[in-house]
T-cell receptor, first 119, second 116 residues
Framework: AQTVTQSQPEMSVQEAETVTLSCTYD???????LFWYKQPPSRQMILVIR??????QNATENRFSVNFQKAAKSFSLKISDSQLGDTAMYFC????????????????FGQGTILTVHP | DVKVTQSSRYLVKRTGEKVFLECVQD?????MFWYRQDPGLGLRLIYF???????EKGDIPEGYSVSREKKERFSLILESASTNQTSMYLC???????????????FGEGSWLTVV
């Protein structure tokens, strides 16, 4: 079974500064996808960034980037130039790449980290 | 834009009642999901459907059932609501996992259910 752990229940950062959210996971699979989702106070969950495990290069989306350490099973999210609109709960998630079996279609989420950006 | 609509944002039900949570997506997605979100536990998968009339149990299916009679609609049913089912319920949809786009999952706004 796969598990995803976010050890930081809450984080805060000043506007324009950089913050890193931590995520570790446990799996025996070799091919998988990792995701960071953002859930603002309005509750609409949106995808922030995605990483394929077979890619060594870390994914980047504008101010959001990840530090993917496959051997350490670590997948942290870095937010640069933090903005007030980044205030949200952030979820790390995992999915096996190959469909089939009892894990088919299962996206496993961490517990979430509440990020507050202060002006 | 993909739209996933959950018919009820806030519901209050009594213990023992049968509860229906409805979800509709407008992008012809094959996959649909029901998650439950609780503080400190993150999102946990209740049920998943990859086609009409097809369903798979997630991590916490006990006390729930689902129905997918049409591709765009996925219903979560609480046969006999209990207080420990008080939670936020999130519906989601995606294309098949085998497609590149299938790795993006789209969520509804959530339904807050309180069972008293």
């Amino acid at each position: 079974a796969q598990t995803v752990t976010q050890s930081q229940p809450e984080m805060s950062v000043q506007e324009a500064e950089t913050v890193t959210l931590s995520c570790t996971y446990d799996t025996s699979e070799n091919n998988y996808y990792l995701f960071w989702y953002k859930q603002p106070p309005s509750r609409q969950m949106i995808l922030v960034i995605r990483q394929e495990a077979y890619k060594q290069q870390n994914a980047t989306e504008n101010r959001f980037s990840v530090n993917f350490q496959k051997a350490a099973k670590s997948f942290s999210l870095k937010i640069s130039d933090s903005q007030l609109g980044d205030t949200a709960m952030y979820f790390c998630a995992f999915r096996i790449a190959n469909a089939g079996g009892t894990s088919y279609g299962k996206l496993t989420f961490g517990q979430g980290t509440i990020l507050t950006v202060h002006p | 834009d993909v739209k996933v609509t959950q018919s009820s944002r806030y519901l209050v039900k009594r213990t023992g009642e049968k509860v229906f949570l409805e979800c509709v997506q407008d992008m012809d997605h094959e996959n649909m999901f029901w998650y439950r979100q609780d503080p400190g536990l993150g999102l946990r998968l209740i049920y998943f459907s990859y086609d009409v009339k097809m369903k798979e149990k997630g991590d916490i299916p006990e006390g729930y059932s689902v129905s997918r009679e049409k591709k765009e609609r996925f219903s979560l049913i609480l046969e006999s609501a209990s207080t420990n089912q008080t939670s936020m319920y999130l519906c989601a949809s995606s294309l098949p996992w085998q497609t590149i786009s299938g790795n993006t999952i789209y969520f509804g706004e959530g339904s807050w259910l309180t069972v008293v």
